[in-house]
C-alpha cells in the first residue's frame, strides 16, 4: 500500500526558513497538501494542489512536489508557526496522510 | 462562513455502536464531497471514509470497511458516521471535514468529537 513519510521533528530558528519534507512513490504525480495543527486545534489546510495557498495563509507557506518529495518551506518562520504539521495526498481511491512532523521554533 | 459542527462522540464499550453527525451551513451542501478524519490521542491523522455530492460514491479506510457506514442527507445539511463493532483502536477524536475531490484535499474541517472505545 502506499505510504508517505515524514520526518517526526524539525526545528528551526526564529527568522529562519524551516522546510518539511514528505516522500513517497512518485508523490510528484500526485497533488500533495499540507495542514498545520496546533495543540487543541483542529488541522488548518496551509497549502492545496503543491503549491497553492488557501486565503488567510501567509505568503511565507509555501509548497513544492517533483519526483519522490513534497516540500512545505516555511520562510522568515515565526513562533506561532511552532506546530504539527502533515501531508496528504490521494492513491487508488483513498486518502493518505504522513505521520506529521512537529515543527519547533527554538 | 462555513462551519461544520460535529456531535455524537461518547463513551462506548468494545463491541458496542455509535452514530456521529456533522451539521454544515454556510454553504451549498449538496455541491461538495464530504468526509471523515480521525486522530487518535497523541497520534496523527488517519483518513476514515469519504462520500460523493449524491452519495452514489463511497470509499473507506480498511481499518473500518465493514464496520463503518457514511452517509448524508442533503435536505438536512448533514453528514454522518455509523459506526459498528468498535475497537479500542476506534478511540479518536472524529473530525468532519469538506472534501474537494478535483484537487484532493479537506479545505474546511470541524472541532472534532471524542469517541472513547473502553470497557
Known amino acids: 500500500s502506499y505510504e508517505l513519510t515524514q520526518p517526526p521533528s524539525v526545528s528551526v530558528s526564529p527568522g529562519q526558513t524551516a522546510s518539511i519534507t514528505c516522500s513517497g512513490d512518485k508523490l510528484g504525480e500526485k497533488y500533495t497538501s499540507w495542514y498545520q495543527q496546533k495543540p487543541g486545534q483542529s488541522p488548518v489546510l496551509v497549502v492545496y494542489?503543491?503549491?497553492k495557498r488557501p486565503s488567510g495563509i501567509p505568503e511565507r507557506f509555501s509548497g513544492s512536489n517533483s519526483g519522490n518529495t513534497a516540500t512545505l518551506t516555511i520562510s522568515g518562520t515565526q513562533a506561532m508557526d511552532e506546530a504539527d504539521y502533515y501531508c496528504q495526498a490521494w492513491d487508488s481511491d483513498t486518502v493518505l496522510f504522513g505521520g506529521g512532523t512537529k515543527l519547533a521554533v527554538l | 462562513q462555513v462551519q461544520l459542527v460535529e456531535s455524537g462522540g461518547a463513551l462506548v464499550k468494545p463491541g458496542g455502536s455509535l452514530r456521529l453527525t456533522c451539521a454544515a451551513s454556510g454553504f451549498t451542501f449538496n455541491d461538495y464531497y464530504m468526509s471523515w478524519v480521525r486522530q487518535a490521542p497523541g497520534k496523527g491523522l488517519e483518513w476514515v471514509s469519504y462520500i460523493s455530492t449524491s452519495g452514489s460514491l463511497i470509499q473507506y479506510a480498511d481499518s473500518v470497511k465493514g464496520r463503518f457506514t457514511i452517509s448524508r442527507d442533503n435536505a438536512k445539511n448533514s453528514l454522518y458516521l455509523h459506526m459498528n463493532s468498535l475497537r479500542a483502536e476506534d478511540t479518536a477524536v472524529y473530525y468532519c471535514a469538506r472534501y474537494r475531490r478535483l484537487g484532493y484535499y479537506f479545505d474546511y474541517w470541524g472541532q472534532g468529537t471524542l469517541v472513547p472505545v473502553s470497557s
Open positions: 494542489q503543491d503549491t
